[in-house]
């Protein structure tokens, strides 16, 4: 009855479930029911666990019907939609990542400008035959497809080129180079800055990128019509067959400040820096506002090789080949790597600016040669201010006074100038610490006929006090007038009153303007109003070098003026003046290492401007 039963159930499962399959008969044996259990209603209940296992585990015959039992609980069809559209993504992920190679590679290999980002400045950097029409650093790739940065000098620009061409080249130099090397995954060594002689490892020198047919090559044109001629070219020696020089620096004499003592500093320093990195030396004066080097010097030394294209004379950076120095490029030559570099560590004070201080005096004992007529008044002048104190065992005391625009660096005074009795008692400390400290028992005998008497001595020993000023009133004034001499007499500075004295004429005549003279000192307005119409400079001037002749001409008797006072107080034993002035400094330089070592009552070089110190190129 039982087994009636359980067949007939059998045959209606069957019948109600055609397309149901049995997976295994064994299986299916072994999970057969208990007797009691054989009727329940729960037997076939999929939401049983002991009956699952009755239940076929392949898929339906017909694909039609679903499966009874979903795994987890979820569609079969919402998941293989879901993987569909994960393998879709990742499918069109992987092919826009291959593209975007593809068209980077492209994209690259075909570039012919681009555009390079840094601090919000955008940067037009070039590659092959397309190079922009200004100077400016570009960036190039080289024969190995590595990027690299030089600077491209169009060649049909005339040297030198404008000041702020070279002030804007340094400052791209400087941010191109960084953002290659962080480019490169260099950006440790992007945030820090070079040393003073550490070369660029992805800068290439205008010669080689020409070499490499990177840039196009510069035509050899000569020397260039603003440089100085130097001692071989003066004397007749031909240029013809001489090579180009393998490293060279050019000075360009030109100032914004119109002063003749910074363009004389920075000459000086310039040659001896290129003495100490075997450097020829070269001297551009095309927009020098005093006229030409030559109207003031004796020609520089030779050079024995020429010049190299201008194209090829950068102003950074500073390992480039060929190099220029300017007004504009001072802060590049002389900032801070340069100081890092050539000052002393290991000492104090102005004893660390030894090495600086030789490369000044270099360029001082090669160049400071005065021209013709000049040259033999200093020594004559000399000569009859100091000759006769030398004699008799006294020693020279140079003064040099600064006014007109520029003031001291001493706060107290920094609006004003430093008082004159201040020069006068540092002239006697000076004659006592030298003289009678040093010889407190040699005495000059006295010439006396009424006595005999060998105890009889003079107190003071013979001694010349000598004054340089630019300005006319000092040598007028009752604290230093009466006891000094006036270095050089031979161009004088006068002031407006003297003038009209001396030509009483001048100041009814209707065709000139007004009289100036140089009450107050050297001002850079007056210098540069020099020759110039009233209508023209009635606003403040500006430096050109397109100035009429007779301007010209005024100019260069102040300049001559300038260096017949510094050459002979140069020849003094001491000096007195203010650090804060260049002319000062200049002084030091002239005097010797020697003459500002030691101690207070040793120094032979004085500074009344505060405590300050020797210092040399103040940028």
């Known amino acids: 009855m039982l087994g009636q039963a359980t067949s007939k159930l059998s045959k209606m499962h069957a019948r109600r479930n055609p397309n149901l399959s049995i997976q295994s008969t064994t299986t299916y044996s072994q999970l057969s029911p208990p007797p009691q259990s054989a009727t329940s209603g729960a037997f076939l209940s999929p939401t049983v666990a002991s009956r699952r296992g009755l239940l076929s585990r392949s898929p339906p015959a017909s694909p039609s019907l679903p499966s009874l039992i979903p795994r987890h609980g979820k569609k079969p069809t919402q998941q293989s939609h879901s993987k569909l559209v994960k393998r879709i993504l990742i499918s069109c ?72 061409h070279y002030s804007d080249i340094c400052r791209q130099s400087m941010e191109l180079s960084a953002s290659i090397r962080q480019e490169a995954k260099s950006a440790n060594i992007a945030k820090r800055m070079f040393n003073y002689y550490q070369q660029d490892q992805y800068y290439i020198d205008v010669q080689e990128a020409e070499e490499q047919a990177l840039l196009p ?13 130097d001692e071989a070219i003066v004397d007749g020696f031909s240029t013809a067959g001489l090579k180009i020089c393998d490293r060279t620096l050019t000075y360009v004499m030109e100032t914004e400040d119109a002063g003749f003592g910074n363009t004389l500093m920075r000459l000086w320093m310039s040659y001896g820096l290129a003495k100490a990195e075997n450097r020829t030396f070269f001297i551009d004066d095309t ?28 102003p950074c950076p500073h390992t480039a080949r060929h190099l220029v120095v300017s007004g504009a490029t001072v802060k590049a030559t002389f900032g801070h790597s340069f100081t890092e570099e050539y000052e002393d560590a290991r000492k104090m004070r102005v004893e660390r600016q030894h090495k600086i201080f030789a490369l000044l005096h270099t360029g001082y004992e090669a160049l400071f040669k005065l021209k013709g007529d000049d040259a033999k008044y200093v020594l004559s002048r000399s000569q009859e201010l100091y000759g006769h104190a030398k004699e008799e065992g006294g020693i020279s005391i140079g003064l040099h006074v600064r006014h007109g625009d520029k003031h001291p660096m001493e706060y107290q005074f920094k609006k004003d100038y430093i008082p004159l009795t201040r020069y006068i008692d540092t002239a006697r400390d000076i004659y006592i610490d030298l003289v009678e400290s040093k010889n407190p028992k040699k005495r000059t005998p006295v010439s006396d006929s009424s006595t005999t008497s060998p105890d009889l001595f003079a107190r003071h020993t013979s001694t010349s006090m000598v004054l340089a000023s630019d300005d006319p009133l000092v040598y007028e004034s009752p604290e230093i007038g009466l006891n000094s001499l006036r270095a050089q007499d031979r161009i004088v500075l006068a002031t407006k009153a003297a003038l009209e004295a001396s030509s009483p004429n001048t100041k009814r005549n209707p065709w000139i303007d007004e009289i100036t003279g140089w009450e107050g000192g050297f001002y850079r307005d007056v210098f540069l109003s020099l020759g110039q119409s009233k209508a023209s400079t009635s606003a403040s001037p500006k430096i050109n070098t397109d100035v009429p002749e007779q301007a010209k001409g005024l100019r260069e008797l102040v300049g001559r003026a300038y260096l017949l006072d510094l050459a002979v107080l140069g020849k003094a034993d001491t000096v007195v003046c203010t650090v804060s002035s260049v ?18 009552s040793e120094k032979r070089w004085r500074n009344v401007d505060g405590s300050f110190e020797w210092k040399g190129v103040v940028w």
């Open 217 to 229: 090559v510069s035509k050899v044109t000569g020397i260039p019509k603003g440089f100085v001629e």
């Open 287 to 314: 927009r020098w506002p005093y006229g030409r080097y030559s109207a003031y010097f004796m020609p520089p030394p030779s050079a024995g090789c020429l010049p190299p294209p201008p194209s090829h004379i950068v």
């Open 93 to 164: 992920c992987g092919v826009a990542f291959i593209l975007w190679l593809v068209l980077r590679q492209l994209y690259t290999e075909s570039q012919q400008t681009a555009n390079y980002m840094d601090d919000g400045e955008e940067w037009e950097m070039a590659s092959g035959s397309q190079l922009p029409q200004e100077p400016s650093a570009v960036a190039i790739q080289d024969t190995k497809g590595k990027m690299r940065w030089t600077i491209s000098i169009p060649s049909n620009l005339e040297f030198p080129l404008r000041p702020d």
């Open 583 to 600: 002319s000062c400094r200049l002084l030091g330089v002239m005097l010797g290492w020697e003459s500002m070592l030691g101690k207070d």
